[in-house]
């Protein structure tokens, strides 16, 4: 049987040979993009059955997890609330006070987008922490009360993007500052309870822009707060129950920033308080347990942002409270276990209408009206 030319085959077609090729090498395209879609609809299917299970584990616990919504309102209401946990970014954990272990922390592994982890008085010990490798997004890691050491503060070093870290009551130690200086980012940072001392805190110099520090109820003295005069963005400083003097307090003056300042339990004077006398940007003031006197009061005059002061557990008297008639913007006052007396509160009341006065355990001036019952 004869058979024609190619070119009378190609002329019996309805399009030329080039056209057909083109039709086939789309089709071809079509069905490798349609059988991607499938393999990346089945990753993403399977990678939101993970994270719904792993929230699960976690509200299990007796922890608590939010989600930053995703997704257009029709896929929403399509699949449902319930349902869209899958896909929603967990950008929130708190486990405070659960019995969560470093094993089941491999939970949190693969929530790219968390920003807040919370593992306050858990047991978390440093292997736990491994986990916490990769989640670059973290702002926020409280750590208090846990078993933490410096080995576990190497797994955090390279969450720069870290505002607020809480190693209260840990083991942590000088040592372990020194996993710290990279967070640049880290804006409050407490380290009260912990093994610090003043040889540790020079890791901290480099921390240009925190804000809140707490040290208290640690070994540090007045040599370990040189390094901190460099800190020209530091706001607040708690050295409650630290070995700070008068010494101390004159080296945190340069700082002319200060909102907050916590000395309670420490051993400054009266001399200490002359160093005060320029921070007019000082809103929170606490020196319940020093050695505080009415001579003392007269350096805090100048304070007109003050807006809380505690001078419970001093040798102050009504004398004293005369220097606080002026400090108008004062909303609380405590003055319990002092030497003041009735008259001399009531002459401080005509004075600072807007300052609940404690003394000695309920409010004598209340800015809401009545006298109420309260305590510190």
Known sequence: MATLPVQSAELLTDQPPRARRRRLVSVRIFLGLLALFA????????????????????ETLGGYVDQAPVGPPWLRRLLGEDQMRMFDEVIFVDLTDTEISD?????????????TLRLYSTQVTDAG????????????????GTQVTD????????????????????????????????????????????????????????????KWLSLERTEVTDAGLRPLCGLVCLKGVSLDGTKVTDTGLQLLSRNLALESLELRATQVT??????????????????????????????LRGL??????NLGDTKVTDVGLKHLHGLTALRWLFLQHTQVTEAGVTELRQALRNTRIYWPRRVLSDPQGAPSQAGP
């Open 39 to 58: 393999i990346g609809s089945g990753w993403v299917v399977l990678r939101g059955y993970r994270q719904l299970a792993a929230i699960e584990a976690i």
């Open 103 to 115: 094993t089941a922390l491999h939970h949190i592994r693969g929530f790219t987008s968390l920003k």
């Open 129 to 144: 922490l491994l986990h916490l490798h990769g989640l670059t997004a973290l702002r926020v890691i409280d750590l208090g």
């Open 151 to 210: 080995v576990g503060l190497k797994h955090i070093r390279g969450l720069t993007s870290l505002n607020v870290l809480n190693l209260g009551g840990t083991q942590v130690t000088d040592a372990g500052l020194q996993h710290l200086r990279g967070l640049t980012a880290l804006e409050d940072l407490d380290l009260s309870r912990t093994q610090v001392k003043d040889a540790g805190l020079h890791h901290l110099s480099a921390l240009s822009v925190l």
């Open 270 to 299: 009266d001399i200490g308080l002359q160093h005060l006398a320029g921070q007019g940007t000082l809103e929170n003031l606490s020196l319940d347990g020093t050695q505080v006197s009415d001579a003392g009061l007269r350096h």
């Open 304 to 309: 007109t942002a003050l807006n809380g002061l």
